[in-house]
């Protein structure tokens, strides 16, 4: 009873821990957007195709460190370099982080699902919530009584076409294809929800 209860603690810990690394990741997200428009910016490239790969390349890398980072560590770091008792090996005076009873199999594959399920779920909400929330908000206030107006002028109101095109959508399916090659032994799911995630996807775009 107490081992099961320990178990239960253990993951309810590493799932609160992966829920706010995630929340920081969604904002460093955010931050790298900027920072990596604003390199590109300051390189003047001379044709919009060289400002595309320059800015491909820039938000590739600043995305793969944000996301694939903590699942790295507890891959390949957390854990390793603890020593033994008495003998710690110790970090400016303390302990490095160990694993759970169960290994960092358990921790890596709580992390994962969080970040993978997370990002998709924000992801669809963005898309779809969103932009219907807005519709219900105008039609609540009058302004989207357009029924009796031209297709051309319907059309007009629609949402503008984001300014960096399918960027984003692309990059999306970088970092999901990353989830189901590199961390598939950890989370055998990963595949199921990124097919699932794609064919939501189909219908939302």
């Known amino acids: ?14 799932g609160a821990g992966s829920s706010a690394n995630f929340i920081f990741i969604l904002f460093m997200s955010t931050i790298y957007y900027k920072i990596a428009h604003m390199l590109t910016d300051w390189e003047m490239h001379r044709t919009q195709t060289e400002y595309e790969d ?8 600043f995305q ?6 903590s699942i790295f560590y507890i891959a390949f770091i ?13 970090l400016l005076g303390y302990r490095q982080e160990e694993c759970s ?4 199999l358990l ?3 709580i992390q994962l699902f969080v970040i993978m399920v997370g990002k998709q779920t924000i992801g669809n909400f963005l898309e779809l919530g969103v932009p219907r ?12 009584d357009m029924k009796n107006f031209p297709n051309w002028d319907r059309e007009f109101q629609l949402e503008p076409w984001p300014e960096d095109g399918l960027f984003d959508e692309y990059l999306e399916m970088v970092i999901q294809y990353g989830f189901i090659t590199i961390f598939v032994a950890c989370f055998p799911l990963a595949p199921v929800f990124a097919l699932f995630n794609n064919i939501i996807e189909l219908r939302l775009d």
């Open 1 to 14: 009873r107490v081992r099961d209860d320990m178990a239960l603690s253990g993951i309810i810990i590493s």
């Open 107 to 109: 921790d890596l594959c």
């Open 54 to 61: 320059a800015l491909s390349f820039k938000m590739y890398m």
């Open 78 to 90: 957390q854990g390793r370099f603890n020593g033994t008792p008495p003998e710690y090996n110790l």
């Open 133 to 144: 929330l807005k519709v219900w908000l105008k039609r609540r206030s009058g302004e989207d």
């Open 101 to 104: 009873s169960f290994g960092c």
């Open 64 to 69: 793969f460190v944000n996301f694939y980072s």
